[in-house]
T-cell receptor
Framework: EAQVTQNPRYLITVTGKKLTVTCSQNMNHEYMSWYRQDPGLGLRQIYYSMNVEVTDKGDVPEGYKVSRKEKRNFPLILESPSPNQTSLYFC?????????????FGSGTRLTVV | AQSVTQLDSQVPVFEEAPVELRCNYSSSVSVYLFWYVQYPNQGLQLLLKYLSGSTLVESINGFEAEFNKSQTSFHLRKPSVHISDTAEYFCAVRAPGTYKYIFGTGTRLKVLA
């Protein structure tokens, strides 16, 4: 089944403890991205990747890191999480570009930082 | 900068009534416009898209949207809603001159029995 898989679905952590949210797609998609969803703010793009080893900042990249060493994987790293990073996170992938092909989304990761 | 505006944060409507969810974009350049739907506790799903050609596009579950260049709008409509249409709907567009892809703030559609 073609899908984007995120793990974990739920995560509670403490301020300052490094964490990684994994994202993997099995569709050979070129473009991958991370978004955070907050009430009243919609989805805001954190980082995106056009291809392997090519990543760039979205609109809210502060406090996050990403890497794209393989085409299928695009992990999101929070080196020192803070409470303002409590949010619902989505990974998404697109065949080439989302403005033509659209996105396939993962099921989301609900992160709470205390 | 390109942006999309969804004016209504919540839209309650009775079952079998028509509904319109509004989306306006800010740029006058050619745009590709999308609508996504998010059912409770799920990720977003592509609903429909406008790339070129006919300005009226339809989805498989009865929604349609019309690209209106003069009004810079891409409103989503359905002539008769069902309880199962209860969800949050997002309009999305490329930020011109970038590789970013941005979403509106969403409209929560609540269909009442």
């Amino acid at each position: 089944e073609a899908q984007v898989t995120q793990n974990p679905r739920y995560l509670i952590t403490v301020t300052g403890k490094k964490l990684t949210v994994t994202c993997s797609q099995n569709m050979n998609h070129e473009y991958m991205s991370w978004y955070r969803q907050d009430p009243g703010l919609g989805l805001r793009q954190i980082y995106y990747s056009m291809n392997v080893e090519v990543t760039d900042k979205g609109d809210v990249p502060e406090g996050y890191k990403v890497s794209r060493k393989e085409k299928r994987n695009f992990p999101l790293i929070l080196e020192s999480p803070s409470p303002n990073q409590t949010s619902l996170y989505f990974c998404a992938s697109s065949l080439n570009t989302p403005w033509v092909d659209g996105y396939t989304f993962g099921s989301g990761t609900r992160l709470t930082v205390v | 900068a390109q942006s999309v505006t969804q004016l209504d944060s919540q839209v309650p409507v009775f079952e079998e009534a028509p509904v319109e969810l509004r989306c306006n974009y800010s740029s006058s350049v050619s745009v590709y416009l999308f609508w996504y739907v998010q059912y409770p506790n799920q990720g977003l799903q592509l609903l429909l898209k406008y790339l070129s050609g006919s300005t009226l596009v339809e989805s498989i579950n009865g929604f349609e949207a019309e690209f209106n260049k003069s009004q810079t709008s891409f409103h989503l409509r359905k002539p008769s809603v069902h309880i199962s249409d209860t969800a949050e709907y997002f309009c999305a567009v490329r930020a011109p001159g970038t590789y970013k892809y941005i979403f509106g703030t969403g409209t929560r559609l609540k269909v009442l029995a």
